[in-house]
């Protein structure tokens, strides 16, 4: 088991030691939910309870469980761009789905992921932090423990829309599923399980019949970007399930593009790019090519 230990400073003598860890080591409140219920909080080595009186230059320390990896594992290629004891980060191919799902039982990321730590002796569970569709590139990071679970992020997104679209802008419009799918959504406050969400454009570039985009999101509803740039009237090319052509390319032109990193208990506050895929490059090269990295770390 690992221990993350913390001295408590002299601004927070007085403080019980949950809210030392919600508040100054801005733990989740799920991740302190475990350590509170499973005996995982120390004070200068000793248990304690979570309501326990702090002095300064006490030693609050947070004890993290061995976990095993909860899906059956696939020898799958993984393009890893980074791992570390807390973190791992992924280079999404579009078409390989994250979870396992009907017809996708033993190829998702979880499964490659799960014998990955296997392979390499690591005892923890197979975390990914947020959710790409299956035909959606890009990157995405998977937590080891309950701490990095809980990290705060910003993603940014390119996408490539169809339609001149310039300047910027927000979509606010609740998304819920269409009446009659399982699947598509729609914007609507009355449809079934609608949720306000909440999406922010700027144009980057434009070529004849289509716009090059970077968006980010406040909320993460299932196909958000997707279902927001369709109701404007600028469906994403290739996303035939909502509009778009797939004269050029055969999957929705969604990549996530940057990340930034921030988890105060763990010392992280990162920021990490990758490249636009190839196919995007191929199908768009007016818009992708010519794009110069220094232009694109803003993202």
């Not at 490659?112 to 296997?118: I, S, V």
């Not at 829309?161 to 910027?168: E, S, T």
């Amino acid at each position: 088991m690992r221990t993350l230990s913390y001295l408590v400073p002299e601004d927070w003598a007085g403080a019980p030691a949950s809210a030392f860890a919600r508040r100054f080591l801005e733990l989740s409140a799920s991740a302190w939910k475990d350590f509170k219920y499973e005996g995982g909080i120390l004070v200068n080595g000793q248990p304690c309870r979570a309501n326990a009186v702090l002095e300064a230059g006490d030693l609050l320390a947070l004890v993290l469980p061995e976990e095993t990896a909860d899906y059956p594992s696939a020898p799958l290629p993984l393009k890893i761009l980074y791992e570390d004891g807390d973190f791992l980060l992924l280079d999404k191919p579009a078409g390989t789905p994250v979870h396992p799902s009907p017809g996708h039982d033993q190829d998702s990321l979880l499964n490659g992921l799960a014998c990955h730590y296997q392979r390499t002796g690591q005892r923890c569970r197979v975390r990914p932090l947020y959710r790409l569709d299956r035909d959606t590139s890009g990157l995405l990071l998977f937590g080891k423990n309950r701490i990095a679970a809980g990290a705060r992020l910003e993603k940014r997104y390119l996408a490539v829309c169809q339609g001149p679209l310039a300047g910027w802008g927000t979509v606010n419009l609740p998304i819920g599923l269409e009446p009659g799918s399982k699947i598509k959504r729609a914007c609507g406050a009355k449809l079934a399980e609608s949720r306000p969400a909440v999406t922010h454009w700027r144009a980057l570039a434009w070529e004849e019949g289509h716009t090059l985009l970077e968006l980010w999101l406040e909320t993460g509803r299932t196909h958000q970007i997707r279902v927001h740039m369709a109701a404007l009237g600028h469906p994403l090319a290739g996303d035939d399930l909502y509009g778009g052509s797939r004269e050029r390319l055969g999957r929705q032109a969604l990549h996530c593009q940057a990340l930034t990193v921030q988890c105060k208990a763990l010392g992280w506050d990162r920021a990490f790019w990758g490249e636009p895929p190839e196919d995007l490059k191929r199908a768009f090269p007016a818009l992708l090519q010519p794009l110069e990295r220094e232009n694109r770390e803003s993202l």
